[in-house]
């Protein structure tokens, strides 16, 4: 439940935090960082460096339909 969600929220450091929702933002708009960045409120071109900053990349599975 909500409690279990928020345990595994604040077990999670800053960096932990930012690529998981990073990640959930481009499952969400089907991996368009354009999308994902304007979901999140900030710069396409700060999302896509965080993006790298990360090391996100696009998995061969995240293609199969």
């Known amino acids: 439940g909500v409690n279990d969600f928020m345990i595994n929220l604040c077990s999670m450091s800053w960096p932990q935090l930012e690529k998981e929702y990073a990640l959930a933002l481009?499952?969400?708009?089907?991996?368009?960082?354009t999308w994902a960045a304007k979901?999140?409120?900030?710069?396409?071109?700060?999302?896509?460096?965080?993006?790298?900053k990360m090391d996100i990349k696009r998995d061969r599975r995240d293609f199969e339909l």
């Open 26 to 33: 481009l499952k969400k708009n089907n991996w368009n960082i």
């Open 39 to 52: 979901a999140s409120g900030i710069n396409r071109s700060t999302f896509a460096s965080r993006m790298r």
